[in-house]
Nanobody
């Protein structure tokens, strides 16, 4: 397991931006896939995006495409999620998760579904609140 710590959450107005960070102290994440998940009150946790640190490939669910961007620098630690044009429905606790290998969507990039069971290490989450 990789100990992960999310940061960067907060309160923002609709249309604003936040940048989340997912840090793993003392670990090299070069070959890892880092997923971002969120859970709104009363809702199931849903996968939002995945970045494969090995090649930089990314995947996003339809509701965040064009607004969210997962990226990292040359050290590949931390991993970031840039969230732009935020909407109230983006509100929730955001988690990063890791798996020690590349991740691919089972049904291709058009209809992306990111099962949380395919990631083995999890952070504690950071709250994102988007006001109307």
């Amino acid at each position: 397991e990789v100990p992960l710590v999310e940061s960067g959450g907060g309160l923002v107005q609709a249309g604003g931006s936040l940048r989340l960070s997912c840090a793993a102290s003392g670990f090299t994440l070069d070959d890892y896939a880092i997923g971002w998940f969120r859970q709104a009150p009363g809702k199931e946790r849903e996968g939002v995006s995945v970045i494969n640190n090995s090649d930089g490939s990314t995947y996003y669910i339809d509701t965040v495409k064009g607004r969210f961007t997962a990226f990292t620098d040359n050290a590949k630690n931390p991993v970031y999620l840039q969230m732009n044009s935020l909407k109230p429905e983006d509100t929730g606790v955001y988690y990063c998760a890791a798996r020690p290998s590349t991740w691919f969507p089972e049904n291709g990039p058009i209809d992306v579904h990111i099962p949380q069971t395919e990631f083995s290490s999890w952070g504690q989450g950071t709250q994102v609140t988007v006001s109307s």
